[in-house]
């Protein structure tokens, strides 16, 4: 059973930053596409990025273009979303999600299309 764990999470002032980490257990970790996605409250969870298993490609969601980043280390098996210029609309629970796959370079956008979910961790951007 593939396990998720983020770390990161926390209470910042607008403008300022944070760095996201999911860590995934098991030892293929290198055929994972990875997303972060997040839910504001009474809002639909939302994607706002992702990356292929091979590294090779990311994909981010309009909003956070330019301020946030996502890259993973295979040899920690861990995935990261550093988060810059935050602001009050960011403010939601961040959950990383998994999903194995043959197509290396391939980012999934979907939350239907990932199989493996963390607990989530709240983020907060105050003005």
């Known amino acids: 059973q593939v396990q998720l764990v983020e770390s990161g999470g926390g209470l910042v002032q607008a403008g300022g930053s944070l760095r996201l980490s999911c860590a995934v257990s098991?030892?293929?970790?290198?055929?994972?596409?990875m997303g972060w996605f997040r839910q504001a409250p009474a809002k639909d969870r939302e994607f706002v990025a992702g990356?292929?298993?091979?590294?090779?490609?990311?994909y981010y969601v309009d909003s956070v273009k330019g301020r946030f980043f996502i890259s993973g280390d295979n040899a920690k098996n861990t995935v990261y979303l550093q988060m810059n210029s935050l602001k009050p609309k960011d403010t939601a629970i961040y959950y990383c999600?998994?999903?194995?796959?043959?197509?290396?370079?391939?980012?999934?956008?979907?939350?239907?299309?990932?199989?493996?979910w963390g607990q989530g961790t709240q983020v907060t951007a105050s003005s």
């Open positions: 999600a998994a999903r194995q796959t043959v197509r290396q370079n391939l980012v999934f956008r979907s939350e239907r299309e990932y199989a493996y």
């Open positions: 990356i292929s298993s091979s590294g090779a490609n990311t």
């Open positions: 098991g030892r293929t970790f290198s055929t994972y596409a």
